[in-house]
């Protein structure tokens, strides 16, 4: 691990070079650090910590969140807390709301200000897994020296987005490791945990925001969780960023209600969309014994418009 001095001369070279965005994204996120948020890599600067009421006021702007994601941290850390890992929860500003951490550990994590309340968003700590993550909107890894305070290259911060039932970024997950020896390679085994964790709270919030729309998954050739919710009369009234980017909807917000019929013929993406309402229209039919009445009650349709999705899709009865 480099030492605190030749860190700090190694991040004022890239800054000072003019072209640190174009380096790298690292080289980008170390020059706003330093330019943008006005942040010295050579000062020890201890996390800032918000109070119980707002601790608790931003918990509860996360909502459903904050609940839906407590046994996604449990299970994460039942496969990371063993070799030294804790689980963090931040809001969408960086906050940390929740967090997981071995009793063997949790000194170490406190005493580098990974508590609950702490402030690690870019603008406070410069460069880090956190702040970065919620900056660039995208899962990263930065490992020790990559961050910008010399104080926290001791760290190995693995972080993925998580984005909300309307598209936008409401929380960051973050597995950050308290040992000497963990190697970039390891990094990269946990970030795929991780990123399937912020998926999967990602997907139980979507379907939880829409309990009582129909909603089908999407093919999506990206690594985003693509999900739709229609109505009882196949309008599209909900999606999830990955749906919005790969049918071009508005990125973020309530969404306009389209026709699914109108945005599937739209879209080469149709297969999935049949694959998805076949499997649909198959479960429900298997639950009700092939009776159609009771699979189109269950569906939410009429049996006259089930009968017809039967024939489209190619199901016999």
């Not at 897994?129 to 693995?158: K, Y």
């Not at 009582?212 to 999506?220: F, S, T």
């Not at 985003?224 to 909900?238: K, P, R």
């Not at 909807?249 to 306009?256: S, W």
Request: charge should be neutral; aromatic fraction near 4%; glycine fraction near 8%.
């Amino acid at each position: 691990m480099a030492s605190a001095s030749s860190h700090i001369d190694k991040i004022a070279r890239a800054v000072q070079s003019g072209a640190a965005g174009a380096q790298s994204r690292l080289a980008a996120s170390w020059f706003r650090s330093m330019v943008k948020h006005g942040l010295d890599p050579a000062e020890a600067r201890a996390p800032e910590y918000l109070s119980a009421h707002d601790i608790h006021a931003r918990r509860e702007a996360l909502g459903r969140v904050a609940v839906i994601a407590k046994p996604k941290l449990d299970q994460l850390f039942a496969l990371v807390g063993s070799s030294g890992c804790g689980v963090v929860l931040t809001d969408n500003q960086g906050v940390i709301v929740d967090h997981r951490f071995g009793s063997a550990d949790m000194r170490v994590f406190r005493d580098w200000g990974l508590d609950t309340g702490a402030d690690w968003s870019e603008a406070t700590q410069g460069t880090n897994g956190i702040g970065t993550c919620l900056t660039e909107r995208r899962e990263v890894v930065i490992h020790r020296d990559q961050h910008f305070m010399a104080s926290n290259i001791a760290m190995s911060c693995i972080d993925a987005p998580v984005f909300g039932a309307e598209g936008q970024i409401v929380a960051a997950l973050d597995v950050s490791s308290a040992r000497a020896d963990q190697t970039e390679t390891m990094n990269g085994m946990i970030s795929e945990l991780v990123r399937q964790a912020a998926r999967s709270i990602e997907a139980d919030n979507f379907q939880d925001k829409f309990s009582d729309a129909r909603v089908l998954v999407v093919n999506d050739p990206g690594d985003g969780v693509a999900l739709l919710a229609t109505n009882a009369d196949d309008i599209v009234i909900g999606a999830t960023r990955a749906a919005r980017r790969g049918f071009g909807l508005q990125p973020e917000g309530a969404l306009k209600p389209v026709a699914l019929g109108d945005l599937i013929g739209r879209d080469r993406t149709s297969k999935g969309f049949e694959r998805a309402q076949k499997a649909a229209v198959m479960r429900a039919l298997v639950r009700a014994d092939r009776n159609v009445s009771l699979a189109a009650r269950e569906l939410g349709v009429s049996r006259a418009t089930l009968y017809r999705r039967m024939k489209r899709l190619g199901i016999t009865a």
